[in-house]
């Protein structure tokens, strides 16, 4: 059941759970995902010279597994713990690490970089079941604010850290340093409570217990939610995929420029979830992603008409799309507590469900952008304006109809 905002659900962990010691560990665990492909993104070029392959290969792999694999490690959470998940999903990805740093084809590097998302899945997934276990809503979206500034700072820091390495050593290098990291997350591990006593654990099969998904897809509170967050994900990596070409090929943006550029919407992400934690205390989670949805309907909305028009350039997309981006900051946090805070019994299979449609809707958006390209910005301004209006839809539009129902 959920508590005062201000008291952590386990007692006993209280101390432990309060320090940013703790926070800095989940953030961690969250980060991986964008740590683990965008430290080597500007090692792609040198990878695809040597290993005379599609080096993109690795990161659809990465994600694609990385969004399923968090299927299977849901449900066995709830049943045997966290930690135990977490200490067995480092070691896959240190193994898996290695084996990418010893990669000598792309098949090889392929099958390590899917190996390693199976391990690597398990800390963002297991993070967010491991604040709910301990927190109720409001406060639940406060600690997930302050893990996504932690969490923001792998994207600006992982290519600017992976470019150094490059100019030094090989690609090689970067998943050793990969591997190290997963080394020294694994034995920070040790100093993490178990979150999930074994009193709470689901005493059912296992095949009962991968039946939570039948029961949570039909749980229409919590698929609000999760819909409302997955769609808004579809339309940021749309961003993320197309930017590329639409600031680089289309404009003309230098390479080492649009690095800034990108990590411009990151610093707006970080500001706004740093606000949420003091909105959380005096709005509902409900009002919240009413105004933050629809702030980013009314950017892309306006983007649309301004690049329509030919009004602006690049300097629209930059500043509409700097706005809808920073939403992030807010949408993902606010609506995974509200999406949780419902299903208390079976956190760990609710966060893989919410994870991998989250990860899952990256392959959505690079298929969307493949078949729709018109060599021009449109086709990515479109998406993710379709995309931001069905995200807003879910927390406007559904739920008056379900309640006149």
Same mark, same amino acid.
């Given at each position: ?59 659809? *792999? ?21 930690? +135990? ?5 480092? +070691? ?6 290695? *084996? #990418? ?10 099958? /390590? ?9 398990? $800390? ?33 820091? $992982?290519?600017?850290?992976? $470019? ?6 090989? /690609?090689?290098?970067?998943? /050793? ?42 749980? /229409? ?63 509902? %989670?409900?009002?919240?992603?009413? #105004? ?11 983007? #649309? ?6 009004? *602006? ?41 919410? *994870?991998? %449609? ?48």
């Amino acid at each position: 059941m959920p508590v005062s905002p201000t008291h952590p659900q386990n007692p006993d962990n209280a101390l432990n759970t309060s320090s940013w010691f703790f926070m800095g560990i989940l953030g961690a665990l969250m980060a991986f995902t964008s740590l683990s492909t965008d430290i080597y993104l500007p090692a792609m070029p040198q990878m695809a010279h040597e290993l005379n392959g599609n080096v993109e290969l690795t990161v659809t *792999g990465f994600l694609a597994v990385f969004a399923l694999a968090q299927l299977i490690w849901g449900p066995m959470s709830d049943r045997i713990g966290r930690k +135990i998940p977490l200490f067995i999903g480092m +070691i896959l990805f240190v193994i898996g690490s290695i *084996g #990418c740093a010893l990669s000598q084809s792309i098949e090889q590097i392929v099958f /390590w970089r899917v190996f390693q998302a199976f391990g690597a899945c398990t $800390g963002p997934m297991l993070g967010r079941a491991m604040i709910r276990d301990l927190y109720g809503r409001t406060q639940a979206a406060q600690m997930l604010s302050t893990l996504m500034v932690i969490m923001a700072i792998a994207p600006i820091a $992982g290519p600017l850290l992976g $470019g150094q390495i490059i100019k030094f050593s090989t /690609w090689h290098s970067i998943f /050793w340093l990969l591997a190290s990291i997963g080394g020294v997350m694994f034995l920070t591990l040790f100093f993490l409570p178990e979150t999930h006593p074994v009193e709470k654990r689901t005493r059912a099969s296992v095949m009962n217990t991968f039946a939570n998904y039948r029961r949570l897809l039909g749980n /229409w509170q919590f698929m609000r939610y999760t819909l409302c967050v997955t769609f808004f994900y579809v339309a940021a990596f749309t961003f993320i995929v197309g930017s590329p070409f639409v600031y680089i090929s289309f404009y003309g943006v230098d390479v080492q420029h649009y690095g800034w550029l990108f990590a411009l919407n990151i610093v707006g992400v970080m500001g706004l979830s740093f606000i949420n934690r003091k909105l959380v205390k005096r709005f509902s %989670l409900d009002h919240l992603l009413k #105004c933050t949805t629809a702030i980013a309907t009314i950017a892309l909305i306006t983007l #649309c008409i301004l690049f329509y028009k030919q009004v *602006g350039g690049i300097y629209s997309i930059i500043a509409m799309v700097f706005i809808f981006f920073s939403m992030n900051g807010m949408i993902a946090a606010n609506s995974t507590a509200a999406a949780l805070d419902g299903v208390p019994e079976m956190a760990g299979s609710a966060s893989a469900l919410i *994870g991998s %449609l989250q990860y899952g809707s990256g392959i959505i958006s690079s298929l969307l952008l493949a078949w729709l390209s018109t060599g021009t910005p449109q086709t990515m301004i479109v998406i993710m304006t379709i995309f931001t209006v069905l995200s807003a839809s879910m927390i406007f539009i559904i739920q008056p109809m379900k309640d006149s129902n």
